[in-house]
């Protein structure tokens, strides 16, 4: 299910980091910890695992301000105006609407860095319809897309839309998810060619630089893609990127997407 959060600023700070991405990650674990619930302990924790890998099915948009400025030099965002807003999405069922609204409505938190925060508190909560998934289907990025793979040396490379292996890289990653689900499609390892999937690029690609854990000897320097794409695949595997995120760190707000003239 997909939800539409509203936000209200609460307090005078301003300036919150234009990386915030784990920052509102963050927000999202601790309103999730906050629930008494097995679900939310579940989603907190390992997810759904599959070959000893966790799969934590949510994934969001960047947060959109009514009025805002952007200082590229010292890397802040000035909020203007009260409010703003972004979508988040979990591969869950309808029927556990209403305790995703009861979880986030009202919540009170502050978003941002060591350097500066600002004060939020979410007025309202809307439950999105969904798109009607076909095995063809074409997107825009309202969060970068990211797909890496591990080098010989341990470091990892992130690949751009156009890369050979892309497109088997999504597939196996979106499978995988699949796996975990327990969908109803092929539990062995996809092969090299997947006659059945393409990806075709449709607008410019906008490389997009994400930094985790600023100010902390964890930081890190993510690489994620913003772009329009056209994606033939299996209807099931479309459902899964939608609501979880197509590629890697949908849980950190990478890979969410919205259908292209077809609304969120």
Request: charge should be neutral; hydrophobic fraction near 40%; proline fraction near 4%.
């Amino acid at each position: 299910m997909r939800f539409k959060i509203n936000l209200f600023k609460t307090g005078s700070r301003n300036f919150l980091p234009i990386n915030y991405q784990y920052e509102l990650s963050s927000v999202v674990y601790k309103i999730i910890h906050q629930a008494d619930s097995d679900f939310a302990k579940f989603l907190h924790g390992q997810g759904y695992l599959i070959g000893g890998k966790g799969f934590k099915f949510f994934t969001f948009s960047h947060l959109k301000f009514d009025r805002f400025q952007v200082y590229p030099n010292e890397q802040r965002i000035e909020h203007h105006g009260d409010y703003a807003y972004f979508y988040i999405s979990f591969l869950i069922d309808k029927a556990a609407e209403e305790f995703i609204k009861g979880l986030f409505i009202k919540q009170a938190f502050g978003l941002g860095d060591k350097i500066s925060q600002v004060d939020y508190e979410v007025s309202s909560i809307e439950a999105c319809a969904p798109p009607v998934f076909k095995e063809k289907m074409i997107y825009r990025c309202l969060s970068p897309f990211l797909l890496k793979e591990k080098r010989a040396d341990g470091g990892e490379n992130y690949l751009h839309p156009e890369h050979a292996d892309y497109l088997r890289l999504l597939i196996n990653n979106l499978s995988s998810k699949a796996q975990a689900l327990a969908l109803a499609v092929d539990t062995m390892p996809l092969p090299e060619e997947l006659p059945d999937a393409s990806i075709q690029v449709l607008s410019k690609v906008y490389k997009k630089g994400v930094r985790i854990k600023q100010h902390t000897p964890q930081a890190t320097q993510l690489i994620g893609y913003m772009y329009e794409f056209e994606l033939s695949a299996p209807v099931e595997l479309h459902e899964i990127g939608y609501h979880a995120g197509f590629g890697h760190l949908g849980s950190q707000g990478f890979g969410c997407v919205e259908v292209r003239g077809g609304g969120i």
